[in-house]
C-alpha cells in the first residue's frame, strides 16, 4: 500500500503542474488523453499561470518541486541540441539562480555552525547571495586576513525535502518492478539507491570540501585547470568557506570570445581533463554543468561545487578503457566480445549480431564534428540496440555517463568542430602504454620490491619448511602405498582361500550325492 505521504507528494507535483500551466504537457499524453476534459471542473485549471512563455513556466514548476527536479532541470540544461531553444534557454538559469533564502537564515545557519558572531569570523559579509542553486547559495566575504571568500550555505530543511522525493521515487521504482517489463533489466531500483546515496553525500559540506582538495591536489601546477582552497578552520557540514575565483562563466561565450578565449583548446582540455580524472586519478568531478565552471582567459578551466564526484574499480576502469579504444578504432567485434564477457549482454547472445548491431550505430557518427552529429538520435537507436539485446543497465556508471553527456554538451558549445573521438584517443593509447606496458610492469615491481625485500630474510626458514612439509607428505604416501599393498594381498589371499573352500564344498556335495 502506498504511504499516505507519497500520495500527498503526488498531489503535491499535480497541483504545481497545473498552477503553472503544465498540465496541458500532462493531459496530451496518451494515458490522460481521453479524460483530459475533466480536467475544467478543477479549480486549479482557472487560477493557472497562463501568460508565461513555456520555458518560465517549465523553469519555474521545478524550483518549486525542490531539489531533485531542479537537478534534472540541470542536467538537461547542458544538452540544447536536444530542447527546443526557449526551453534550454531557461533550464540554463537553474545552474546558479534559483531563488535564494532569507540572508537572515543564512546569518543563523553559518553562526550556529561556526559556534560565533559572523562578525568575529569575516571583516566583511555580503548579505546579497552571489549564486543561488537547489542544494545550497553562496555568499561573497572578506576574512580578518583580507583574503577575499565564498561562503556556501545549505539550504534549511533541504534533507526533509530530500527524503521526500526519494521515498516517492522509490515507490515508482517499486511499481515500475511490477508492472514494467523492462525494469529488470534497467535496474531501477538499483538506480535510484545510487542517485539517492550522491544526493545524500551532496548535503555534507565537509564531504565536498574533501572532494575539492583531493582535485585540487591531483591538479596542482596543472596549466589546464585550477581548484581553489579551503578554509578548514571555517568549515562545517552546512557551511564552507572557500577561495574566491575571478572568471568568466564558461556558458558565457560572448565574453569569453570579446575576452579572446582559445575556444578549441578549451574544447580539447575538457576532454582531456574528463580523461584525465576517469583513467589517471579515478575521482572525477560529477557535476560539470556550466554554472560550477569558469574560464581564466585564454585557455584555463577553474572547476567549483565538488558535492557530487565520481570513482569506479580498477576493473570497471581497465574494462571502460578497452571499451572506448576499441570503439575509437572501430573495432565493434572487441567491443561485443568484451559486453558478452563482462555479463553486461546475456552469454547466449550471438557475437557477428550484436557486433553487426553497434556498428550500425556507431559507424555513421565517426569523422564527423561535434555540431554534424545528432546525439539524442544517437541515444534512442543505442537504448533500442539494449533492449533489444538484453542488456543490463550499470548503476555505477551513471554518474560517469552523466559527466560525459555533461562535457559532450560543453564542447558542442564550446567548438561545435571539435572531433571527440581524435581528441580521446591518444590519451587512451598512453594510458594503456602506462599501465599495461613494459615500463608499468617494471615500475609495479620496483614498487613491490620493498616488501618483496623485507621478507628476503625469511626465505631459507620457509624452503626448508617447505622442503620439510613435503617430505613429510612423502613418507604419509609411502606410508599408505604400504597399507594398500598389505591389504591387497591379503584379499588376494582370502580370495585363494575362498576359492579352495568352493571346491571342497563341491567335492563333499558331489561324494554325497555319489554314495547314494
Known amino acids: 500500500m502506498i504511504h499516505p505521504k507519497i500520495i500527498l507528494r503526488l498531489i503535491h507535483i499535480q497541483w504545481v503542474l497545473m498552477f503553472h500551466g503544465l498540465d496541458e504537457l500532462v493531459l496530451k499524453t496518451h494515458l490522460f488523453r481521453s479524460i483530459r476534459f475533466l480536467a475544467i471542473l478543477s479549480p486549479y485549471y482557472w487560477a493557472r499561470k497562463k501568460s508565461d512563455p513555456r520555458g518560465v513556466r517549465i523553469r519555474q514548476a521545478l524550483e518549486d518541486l525542490g531539489p531533485i ?11 540544447k541540441d536536444l530542447l527546443p531553444e526557449d526551453i534550454a534557454d531557461e533550464l540554463v538559469k537553474l545552474q546558479d539562480k534559483v531563488p ?30 552571489l549564486a543561488s542553486a537547489s542544494v545550497a547559495q ?16 545549505l539550504r534549511p530543511d533541504i534533507e526533509d525535502r530530500i ?24 535496474r531501477v531500483m538499483e538506480v535510484v539507491v545510487e542517485f539517492e546515496k550522491t544526493l545524500l553525500d551532496e548535503l555534507d559540506l565537509v564531504r565536498e570540501a574533501g572532494n575539492a582538495a583531493k582535485v585540487r591536489r591531483n591538479f596542482d601546477k596543472s596549466d589546464i585547470l585550477y581548484v581553489p582552497e579551503v578554509h578548514w578552520e571555517l568549515t562545517r557540514r552546512n557551511v564552507m568557506v572557500m577561495e574566491r575565483i575571478y572568471g568568466l562563466p564558461v556558458g558565457d561565450i560572448e565574453g569569453l570570445r570579446a575576452g579572446g578565449a582559445d575556444f578549441k583548446l578549451l574544447a580539447e582540455r575538457g576532454v582531456e581533463i574528463f580523461f584525465t580524472q576517469v583513467f589517471r586519478d579515478n575521482f572525477f568531478h560529477a557535476d560539470m554543468h556550466p554554472g560550477n565552471i569558469f574560464v581564466e582567459l585564454p585557455a584555463k578551466y577553474i572547476a567549483v ?57 556507431c559507424e555513421p557518427i565517426f569523422e564527423k564534428p561535434l555540431k554534424d552529429i545528432s546525439f539524442g538520435l544517437l541515444l534512442l537507436r543505442l537504448f533500442q540496440t539494449a533492449r533489444r539485446f538484453d542488456m543490463v543497465v550499470q548503476p555505477q556508471l551513471v554518474l560517469l555517463q552523466k559527466t560525459l553527456l555533461n562535457i559532450e554538451g560543453l564542447g558542442r558549445q564550446l567548438y561545435p568542430e571539435l572531433d571527440l573521438w581524435q581528441t580521446a584517443k591518444p590519451f587512451l593509447e598512453n594510458w594503456f602504454k602506462d599501465r599495461l606496458g613494459p615500463k608499468a610492469k617494471l615500475k609495479k615491481l620496483a614498487q613491490q620490491f620493498p616488501e618483496l625485500a ?44 575362498t576359492g579352495w573352500v568352493i571346491l571342497l564344498s563341491a567335492a563333499m556335495i558331489c561324494s554325497a550325492i555319489l554314495l547314494k
Open 305 to 361: 561545487d565538488f558535492g557530487i564526484v565520481g570513482s569506479l574499480s580498477s576493473s570497471d576502469q581497465r574494462y571502460l578503457a578497452e571499451n572506448f579504444l576499441a570503439f575509437f578504432n572501430r573495432d565493434y567485434q572487441r567491443v561485443a566480445q568484451m559486453h558478452i564477457e563482462s555479463g553486461w549482454v546475456p552469454s547466449n547472445t550471438r557475437l557477428e549480431e550484436f557486433e553487426s548491431a553497434i556498428r550500425s550505430v
Open 69 to 79: 527536479y531542479v537537478k534534472f532541470g540541470q542536467a538537461l540544461s547542458t544538452r
Open 163 to 186: 527524503h521526500s522525493d526519494m521515498a516517492l521515487m522509490y515507490e515508482l521504482a517499486r511499481i515500475a518492478e511490477k508492472f514494467w517489463l523492462d525494469a529488470k533489466r534497467l
Open 454 to 497: 623485507a621478507q628476503f630474510p625469511e626465505i631459507p626458514s620457509l624452503i626448508y619448511k617447505a622442503l620439510e612439509d613435503a617430505g613429510q607428505t612423502t613418507s604419509q604416501i609411502k606410508a599408505q602405498n604400504r597399507e594398500l599393498l598389505l591389504l591387497r594381498q591379503q584379499m588376494q589371499t582370502n580370495h585363494t582361500n
Open 138 to 153: 553562496v555568499h561573497t566575504a572578506t576574512l580578518n586576513t583580507g583574503e577575499h571568500v565564498i561562503v556556501k550555505v
Open 100 to 129: 535564494p533564502f532569507s540572508s537572515d537564515v543564512a546569518r543563523a545557519i553559518i553562526e550556529r555552525e561556526l559556534g560565533q558572531p559572523i562578525d568575529v569570523c569575516f571583516a566583511e559579509f555580503d548579505d546579497i547571495p
